[in-house]
Structure formats: structure tokens, C-alpha cells
């Protein structure tokens, strides 16, 4: 079945770094357009960036363009967010998905000093 498990988040200070990872299975990774999501407490899940099957082609919302980075290795199956320059608006939980089903538990980004 598909899955998607997410990892790499925690507790930053405002202006500080974290880099998630996101490790799908379950149907052939190389096939699909990436994203990656976020959700706020009390407000509907947004998307923040996605990436195309073979990397080459990228976007991003503009809260978090110039600051984020998303990156695939289609070899491990997984998709890779950096996060840089964070600010407090960022905290979240963060998801990727290729389907928008079969969401995984997300990674918790809590950005606080």
C-alpha cells in the first residue's frame, strides 16, 4: 500500500535551519510529482513546494520561496525539504504526498526562541 513517513522535524530558533525528509513506498516513486504540504494549528493545510519526477523542474508558495529547497533521490524513494532562514509562521506539521491520500503522520517544525 502507499506510505509516506516523514521525518527530520523539531524545535528551531527563528532564523535557524532544519532539512525534512519524506520516504515513500508502495507505488513507483520515479513516476510522480512530489510535494510537499504544511498545517498550521487552526488553519487548512497549504501546499509549499513540489518537484517533478526527475528533479528538473521545481515550485514553491511565495511564503517560502528563496528560503526552501525541495530535492528528490529517486534511488532511496525519498524527497528532501531544506529549510533555511525560518521564522515563527513556519511552525507546522509538514507532509509530502504525490496523491493528496494516504497522508502520513507528518513531521512536527516548531519554530520558537
Known amino acids: 500500500q502507499v506510505q509516506f513517513v516523514e521525518s527530520g522535524g523539531g524545535l528551531v530558533q527563528p532564523g535557524g535551519s532544519l532539512r525534512l525528509s519524506c520516504a515513500a513506498s508502495?507505488?513507483?516513486?520515479?513516476?510522480?510529482?512530489m510535494n510537499w504540504y504544511r498545517q498550521a494549528p487552526g488553519k487548512e493545510r497549504e501546499l509549499v513546494a513540489g518537484?517533478?519526477?526527475?528533479?528538473?523542474?521545481?515550485n514553491y508558495a511565495d511564503s517560502v520561496k528563496g528560503r526552501f529547497t525541495i530535492s528528490r533521490d529517486n534511488a532511496k524513494n525519498t524527497v528532501y525539504l531544506q529549510m533555511n532562514s525560518l521564522k515563527p509562521e513556519d511552525t507546522a506539521v509538514y507532509y509530502c504526498n504525490a496523491f493528496l491520500s494516504d497522508w502520513g503522520k507528518g513531521t512536527l517544525v516548531t519554530v520558537s526562541s
Open positions: 518537484i517533478s519526477r526527475a528533479g528538473k523542474s521545481t
Open positions: 508502495g507505488f513507483t516513486f520515479s513516476g510522480y510529482y
